[in-house]
């Protein structure tokens, strides 16, 4: 059973960091884009960022640059978001994504992605 299970998520007081992990298992993605979306309630699921087999090229929300980091561990079958600076704005549920139609590429819309975790509450509290 392929299984994205995220962590780390949890309530933050402003300025504050958290450290989001995606681990996967079931298969490998090490060939695939994968991504970070996020979403808070009433608004639809938009992405934070994504990042190509090897991490060598990512791409960032314009809310998430500079202060958000994504990567990736191909050896553990595990992607991260470094969070920094949270505001009450980030509060949302985020999902880890992963698109195997893809190899070596970049995936940047949710339709394109096929696998996804559950989801990790992030809470920013002012």
């Known amino acids: 059973q392929v299984q994205l299970v995220e962590s780390g998520g949890g309530l933050v007081q402003t300025g504050g960091s958290l450290r989001l992990s995606c681990a996967t298992s079931?298969?490998?993605?090490?060939?695939?884009?994968m991504a970070w979306f996020r979403q808070a309630p009433g608004k639809e699921r938009e992405l934070v960022a994504t990042?190509?087999?090897?991490?060598?090229?990512?791409y960032y929300s314009d809310s998430a640059k500079g202060r958000f980091t994504i990567s990736r561990d191909n050896a553990k079958g595990t992607v991260y978001l470094e969070m920094n600076n949270l505001k009450p704005e980030h509060t949302a549920v985020y999902y880890c994504?992963?698109?195997?139609?893809?190899?070596?590429?970049?995936?940047?819309?949710?339709?394109?992605?096929?696998?996804w975790g559950q989801g990790t509450q992030v809470t920013v509290s002012s």
């Open positions: 994504s992963a698109d195997t139609r893809t190899n070596y590429g970049m995936t940047y819309v949710a339709p394109e992605f096929n696998y």
């Open positions: 079931g298969r490998t993605f090490s060939l695939n884009p």
């Open positions: 990042l190509n087999y090897n991490g060598g090229s990512t």
